[in-house]
T-cell receptor, first 111, second 116 residues
Framework: DAKTTQPTSMDCAEGRAANLPCNHSTISGNEYVYWYRQIHSQGPQYIIH???NNETNEMASLIITEDRKSSTLILPHATLRDTAVYYC????????????FGTGTRLQVTL | DARVTQTPRDKVTEMGQEVTMRCQPI?????VFWYRQTMMQGLELLAY????????DSGMPKDRFSAEMPDATLATLKIQPSEPRDSAVYFC??????????????FGQGTRLTVV
């Protein structure tokens, strides 16, 4: 599975959009981009995933560049409850495909 | 809401004792993951199963750790004997590849293990 690179930490004002970048320059054609987050002391929570088209759900939007080498998770109106560590993961669909977490981005939403 | 259930939530044990952590995956999910999280190492994948068969347990110390799925509703992670360095939060996650354009996993709330 391809490796990902994320900033260590980011800040965002409450009510503003939080844009979390992720680089995955070695992604393969059949690998998806997944985003999870982990709020302190809880289990990681699935947010969204995509292959090459932009995706949106009730939690967030995922923008994947045309060359698929990077992506951005967008939380349109961040709240204090969005303070968490956000993980970008690249994963294939094979039966032996792992879900491997990196160090993630610590997002701090402030008043 | 369907959820992954882990028991116990907290466990304190003495070094050398056997520890068994249990996980009930979401009904219908065919993939189960075990992770360990510490401040130093972050989230480490220990093992995972597909249709109850172990696919990869390369992240697990073989001499003291064992993972099994006796049936589709129960996954266990056992440490024998436990050591202080095993102190961590252990997460179980379940997922499915069926009927989705991609697979994703739902995590339990974890078992916080302290070995003294």
């Amino acid at each position: 599975d391809a490796k990902t690179t994320q900033p260590t930490s980011m800040d965002c004002a409450e009510g503003r959009a939080a844009n979390l970048p992720c680089n995955h320059s070695t992604i393969s054609g059949n690998e998806y981009v997944y985003w999870y987050r982990q709020i302190h002391s809880q289990g990681p929570q699935y947010i969204i995933h995509g292959l090459k088209n932009n995706e949106t759900n009730e939690m967030a939007s995922l923008i994947i560049t045309e060359d698929r080498k990077s992506s951005t998770l967008i939380l349109p109106h961040a709240t204090l409850r969005d303070t968490a560590v956000y993980y970008c993961i690249v994963r294939g669909l094979g039966t032996a495909s792992k879900l491997t977490f990196g160090t993630g981005t610590r997002l701090q939403v402030t008043l | 809401d369907a959820r992954v259930t882990q028991t116990p939530r907290d466990k304190v044990t003495e070094m050398g004792q056997e520890v068994t952590m249990r996980c009930q995956p979401i009904l219908g999910h065919n993939t189960v993951f075990w992770y360990r999280q510490t401040m130093m190492q972050g989230l480490e994948l220990l093992a995972y199963f597909r249709n109850r068969a172990p696919l990869d347990d390369s992240g697990m110390p073989k001499d003291r750790f064992s993972a099994e799925m006796p049936d589709a509703t129960l996954a266990t992670l056992k440490i024998q004997p436990s050591e202080p360095r095993d102190s961590a939060v252990y997460f179980c996650a379940s997922g499915s590849n069926r009927g989705h354009k991609g697979a994703y996993a739902f995590f339990g709330q974890g078992t916080r293990l302290t070995v003294v």
